[in-house]
């Protein structure tokens, strides 16, 4: 494998900036994200995710309407924690597992739940896909 000289010295000045010990261990890691990037665009894959939503739980119906779509899809949720930020707002965090398509589909309703101020899903491997 070859890079341009100057591509490769940025490289090595983002992994000091990282904490790598070497370009081995960082290469490894890039890839391992690129894959696991591309394969979540397969919707029959197999994947592990955590959901994120801050909202107001003053929201008439909000937090039952979450509940319930959690409650739908029960075999693709492995937990929920869920922290009070302040007087209005709470934090959920929802560990998810399933299959691509069946994991966007439950994140874009909670995070398009009306209500919802912020949410994000990001996507990781179950494990045995990926050699460390
Ligand atoms: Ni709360």
New binding site residues.
């Given amino acids: 494998m070859s890079l341009p000289r100057q591509l490769l010295a940025d490289f090595d000045a983002m992994l000091r900036q990282k904490g790598y010990d070497n370009r081995s261990l960082a290469i490894a890691d890039i890839v391992r994200a690129w894959l696991v990037e591309q394969r979540r665009a397969n919707p029959l894959q197999e994947i592990a995710g955590a959901i994120t939503l801050v909202y107001d ?1 003053h929201k008439r119906h909000l937090q039952d309407h979450l509940t319930d779509i959690q409650h739908d899809h029960h075999h693709m949720i492995l937990a929920t924690m ?1 922290v ?1 930020l302040d007087h209005h707002n ?1 934090l959920e965090i929802i560990a998810v597992r399933g299959q691509a398509g069946d994991v966007q589909a439950i994140a874009d309703a909670l995070i398009g739940a009306k209500g919802v101020k912020h949410g994000k899903l990001t996507v990781t491997s179950t494990g045995p896909d990926l050699a460390d």
């Fill in positions: 739980h869920h009070h709470c």
